[in-house]
């Protein structure tokens, strides 16, 4: 009895997803959406952690309002980078796109209010509001981003824990700090703060993204026996 074993070679396993090729010119532009992000990370940081433009007077809501807009070009980088894959998960990153553009609609107009009357700074709930939108939204996003399974390493994780970190600071200080008084002082600048940190971390990875190797399906190639 002569036994011979051959493989039957199936066609090359099909690429689920890959590091997207860019452009220069598309490098170029995420480039500047991430340093814009990033840009609006760092006000956010000096502006409540560093108390750096308490003195500029009705100035400092001109420099809010450029926070504002820059801020969310976070999400509209991933978006251009590719870290968002299609279908359903596009349709969840919009969503978040689009809470984290309504959130810094509704900051832009707080600090336009303000600089024609600052006295409202008490008063009005669009800063606090916009706030919540965003992380909303970043948390929404950073799913998406996560469910893309496209990016690797920490940078992955950075839109979702941008947008986890706001209420997770609230959180603390509501607990242990503020006692549910907004007058009682408190670590409330520094935390806030705080969150530009992440904002640029996230810009940061943005602008240089990692990412996994291409997936291929599971049909490797079958031994096939037969007896001769």
Not at 90 to 105: D, H, N, P
Not at 132 to 143: K, P, Q, R, T
Not at 169 to 174: D, H, W
Not at 186 to 208: D, M, Q, T, V
Request: proline letters at 7%.
């Amino acid at each position: 009895m002569l036994i011979e074993e051959c493989n039957l070679m199936t066609k090359p396993a099909a690429r689920i997803h890959s590091s997207p090729q860019l452009t220069n010119r598309r490098r170029r532009m995420v480039t500047g959406l991430a340093a814009l992000a990033a840009v609006g990370g760092a006000m956010l940081f000096a502006d409540l952690g560093l108390q750096a433009f308490r003195a500029l007077g009705r100035a400092y809501f001109v420099l809010a309002a450029v926070m504002a807009v820059c801020l969310p070009a976070l999400p509209v980088a991933l978006f251009a980078v590719g870290a968002v894959g299609p279908g359903w998960r596009r349709v969840v990153g919009t969503i978040g796109l689009s809470l984290v553009a309504l959130g810094a609609m509704a900051w832009l107009t707080a600090f336009i209010v303000l600089f024609q009357d600052p006295s409202a700074a008490f008063t009005q709930h669009l800063t606090p509001g916009g706030s919540l939108l965003m992380a909303i939204g970043m948390i929404v996003f950073g799913s998406a981003v996560l469910a893309s399974r496209r990016l690797a390493g920490a940078g992955r994780f950075a839109p979702l824990l941008v947008g986890l970190y706001f209420p997770t600071q609230l959180i603390i200080q509501l607990t242990f700090f503020l006692q549910g008084r907004d007058g009682t002082p408190g670590p409330n600048g520094l935390f806030l703060g705080s969150w530009g940190l992440i904002w640029i971390w996230a810009a940061w990875c943005a602008s240089r993204p990692q990412w996994n190797p291409p997936a291929q399906t599971s049909n490797a190639p079958t031994p096939v026996t037969w007896t001769a």
